[in-house]
């Protein structure tokens, strides 16, 4: 057996973790190598130095003076669910205003067309006054002559400025 | 009453499940605190400060594992952080060792061994506590607070191969830290 792979299960051996047919080859690799039975004895000695088998109680009293400080933090919850909440929020209402900004510059952006009679609507105009206007100033064979060229427009389209 | 019970009466907002859970926990959550500081005051402030963390965050916890296992990863993960802030403690200069061995002189044999054990545990702990804090945290809670492989696997949220190879490796920076310090007289077996 290499060094270096007895060092490894070194580690499992002082854990107790090594199969026995390992344990068995390992220790007949420490009986022959005097370096990596003087690193199984340093581990060995270290965690058997530094084990601490014993629980340790706290100073008296832990839980009574842990109680009043979970009272105060318990208080504090609905502030800190709030402030988180909060927090959480910021992204979200920005991430909207750049989605909401993001739709109005990318819209449409051709001019709409318009009917005649709409551009008048939308300059305040009544269509049926204008109509009745322009008839009341022509002469009679004037009407029929507007009337013939109207009918031959159809529905004229007007582009607004 | 089960453990799970009382999980769950404190998540409903028992206090006094709260407070049994608390009971039964304290001495291994602040001897965990104490193996990593060292310092029993500053282990009573973790300790308190780890309970309120589990607290807080007890409505979270869903019985994914034990709540053991949970409450030794929020006092792992507190205390790691609180190193952290520290930072790392100074390593232990080479002399203290040899005052260690002349001070016993006058003293009868058995309790000289005594204090030359405890000194040398001191010692230990002083070098572990300069090691990098994964080293650190893995080395306090195998060989200090002595708990099996999968308990720190599930601690840690590591692989049961890897706390195998991190221990590995920090078993081994341990004792070349401590090589010229511990083994004057050819290694542990006095200890």
Known sequence: ?161 | MEERELVKLAQEGSEDAFASLVRAYQARVYSMALSFTRNRDVADDLAQEVFLKAYLALPKFRFHSEFGTWLYRVAVNHIKDYLRRKGRAKEVPLDDVREIANAGEEETLARERERTEEARRGLVLKVLQGLPDKYRVILTLRDIQGMPYDKISAILRISPGTVDSRLHRARKMLRLRLGPYLAPEGGYDAV
Do not use: Y
């Open chain 1, 1 to 161: 057996m290499r060094c270096k792979r007895a060092e490894r299960w070194i580690n499992r051996w002082v854990d107790e973790r090594l199969d026995p047919a390992r344990t068995a080859a390992l220790e007949e690799h420490l009986a022959a190598c005097s370096g990596c039975r003087r690193a199984a004895q340093e581990v060995r000695g270290l965690v058997a130095l530094i084990r601490q088998d014993n629980q340790v109680e706290p100073a008296p009293g832990f839980l009574a003076r842990l109680q009043p400080r979970l009272r105060e933090e318990q208080a504090l919850v609905p502030f800190l669910v709030c402030e988180r909440w909060c927090l959480r929020a910021v992204p979200v209402f920005l991430g909207l205003v750049l989605f909401v900004v993001g739709l109005v510059a990318m819209g449409p952006s051709e001019t709409p067309t318009l009917t005649q009679s709409e551009a008048l609507l939308l300059e305040n105009r009544n269509p049926l006054t204008e109509t009745a206007r322009i008839f009341d100033a022509a002469k009679p064979e004037d009407r029929n002559m507007m009337l013939i060229f109207a009918s031959l427009e159809g529905p004229a389209a007007r582009r607004l400025p």
